[in-house]
């Protein structure tokens, strides 16, 4: 309890709730690794809130990336203790009132089990993932954007044809151009007497767009790889001695 007490601090406007359970879920999914060194039952008391919808307060500013997400995640650790604040209708709430409501008793994590629950970058990489699929979004719509321009002004298609971008070898550019194509398909063509080529912001999009996709799959890769990676310190591993029994503990600086 000491542990995560002290780091209860912070300052700031809350977090987003999205923040919020995206940090949850992937704090999970790094400790359920089994290198953490959390116990089962304590675990299950942080995935009994995480299943129950509740959001804990968390402020946004605090010791995010330093050795660690050690702030945001000590508040999350004290809304299953019983302590810290949830959000609710009405702001926030102490956490051991919202739990009763919800049929659950707080746990009382030991110090190996809160340093588990500590210990970690997810809450930035939860800004990250979450970034990444906005940006995913947003691509997304202005190819479809431009579609409809090419249609309802009645572009020719020679900008968009694959031979055109296979040519020049971005797999983004090609994904971007038959994105555009699939949207302009979509409906009746007007008639128009446009130039032999279009303007740069109607031609080029696939080109432009286009490197904005192969941005996206460079940074989904790093991203989805510290998703599903742990990044605590320090982690621990079986069998080190060869007889089963003995853990391997390794110090090092996996939250850098």
């Known amino acids: 309890a000491g542990l995560i007490a002290h780091l209860g ?4 406007t809350l977090a987003a709730p999205s923040i919020v359970r995206a940090t949850m879920i992937l704090r999970a999914q790094s400790v359920a690794q089994g290198h953490s060194g959390i116990a089962r039952p ?9 299943r129950t919808g509740l959001v804990p307060a968390v402020p946004s500013i605090g010791s995010v990336g330093a050795s660690g997400d050690l702030t945001p995640l000590a ?17 926030p709430t102490p956490a051991r009132a919202v739990l009763d409501r919800h049929g659950l008793q707080p746990y009382p994590l030991n110090d190996r089990d809160a340093l588990a629950l500590v210990n970690g970058t997810n809450f930035l990489t939860a800004y990250a993932a979450l970034a990444l699929q906005r940006t995913r979004r ?18 020719p298609t020679q900008a968009l ?3 055109l971008h296979a040519a020049r070898g971005h797999a983004g550019q090609r994904a971007s151009a038959a994105a555009i194509r699939t949207e302009r398909a979509r409906g009746p063509i007007a008639e128009a007497n446009r130039p032999l080529q279009e303007i740069y912001s109607i031609r080029c999009a696939p080109q432009v767009l286009g490197s904005c996709r192969d941005q996206v799959s460079y940074a989904a890769r790093l991203i989805e790889t510290e998703m599903n990676g742990v990044t ?3 982690l621990t591993f079986p069998d080190s001695a060869g007889d089963g029994a003995t853990p391997c503990v390794l110090h090092g600086g996996n939250f850098q």
């Open 9 to 12: 601090t912070g300052y700031g």
């Open 42 to 50: 304590a675990l299950q008391a942080y995935l009994d809130v995480l």
């Open 75 to 91: 508040h999350i650790a004290r809304v299953v203790t019983g302590e810290g604040r949830v959000y609710t209708p009405d702001g």
């Open 138 to 155: 947003l691509i997304a719509r202005a190819e479809q954007l431009t579609g409809w321009l090419y249609r309802l002004l009645g572009c």
């Open 161 to 163: 044809d694959d031979r």
């Open 232 to 234: 605590d310190n320090p």
